[in-house]
């Protein structure tokens, strides 16, 4: 009878300590999982950064290659002769 005791109280602390284990494992792993969701957050917000900087420079750049006024009054007889030859090379083929 008390070796049948010593064997249950052996196999219960065996079974507590498996418990902690995989309690110490869950715990490890959510924090793992935590900390590089947080990592992919913060790369994913910094590629977000990154390409809405590329766009509002792409934007700058073609706001800035308009001519003004004066400048399209200056190249308007080159303007119609580029288009008059571009119309002319598409026709031909």
């Not at 995989?22 to 977000?48: F, G, H, P, S, T």
């Not at 308007?76 to 598409?90: A, R, T, W």
Request: charged share 45%; hydrophobic share 25%; glycine share 2%.
């Amino acid at each position: 009878m008390a070796e049948k005791r010593d064997r249950e109280q052996a196999e219960k602390a065996h079974n507590d300590e498996q418990a902690f284990i995989w309690r110490k494992d869950k715990e490890n792993y959510e924090e793992e999982e935590r900390r590089l969701k947080n990592k992919i957050a913060v790369i994913n917000q910094e590629n977000c950064d990154f390409l809405k900087r590329q766009m509002n420079e792409k934007a700058s750049r073609q706001a800035g290659r308009r001519m003004n006024r004066d400048e399209f009054m200056l190249n308007k007889p080159l303007l119609k002769e580029i288009n008059k030859k571009k119309k002319e090379s598409n026709y031909d083929g």
